[in-house]
């Protein structure tokens, strides 16, 4: 009977560890461009197969919505996955709100309510 809790207390502990090492989609990275355009980017990891990004300018989102900006990212490049935009001009005080989705080992992670202030 000793031998069974101890088991029981080992594997319970071991989900624990698990559950508190989850992953988490990676925080964008923004870069304005000059003179016109930005990037938005993660780092490349292992198991990660997809970067989608969302964004608008100067509007917050309503729900999960596309944006004005809208993108699927496939491969990383230079060890990141990249977004990149080579029209749009930033001014200072332009405000991007953004969210992104990392496909990592076949699940879904969003990083919602982004927000970055130029």
């Given at each position: 009977?000793?031998?069974?809790?101890?088991?029981?207390?080992?594997?319970?502990?071991?989900?624990?560890?698990?559950i508190?090492?989850?992953?988490?989609?990676?925080?964008?990275?923004?870069?304005?461009?000059?003179?016109?355009?930005?990037?938005?980017?993660?780092?490349?990891?292992?198991?990660?197969?997809?970067?989608?990004?969302?964004?608008?300018?100067?509007?917050?989102?309503?729900?999960?919505?596309?944006?004005?900006?809208?993108?699927?990212?496939?491969?990383?490049?230079?060890?990141?996955?990249?977004?990149?935009?080579?029209?749009?001009?930033?001014?200072?005080?332009d405000?991007?709100?953004f969210?992104?989705?990392?496909?990592?080992?076949?699940?879904?992670?969003?990083?919602d309510?982004?927000?970055f202030v130029?």
């Amino acid at each position: 009977m000793a031998s069974l809790s101890f088991t029981l207390f080992c594997g319970y502990f071991l989900a624990i560890i698990l559950i508190s090492h989850a992953f988490e989609a990676p925080k964008a990275q923004i870069k304005v461009l000059k003179p016109k355009g930005f990037e938005v980017s993660i780092p490349d990891q292992n198991g990660i197969s997809l970067f989608a990004f969302h964004g608008k300018l100067n509007e917050g989102f309503n729900g999960l919505e596309a944006g004005q900006f809208s993108r699927d990212i496939t491969k990383a490049e230079g060890g990141r996955w990249t977004y990149r935009d080579t029209e749009t001009e930033l001014k200072s005080g332009d405000t991007l709100y953004f969210w992104t989705y990392v496909l990592y080992n076949g699940q879904g992670y969003r990083e919602d309510n982004g927000k970055f202030v130029v």
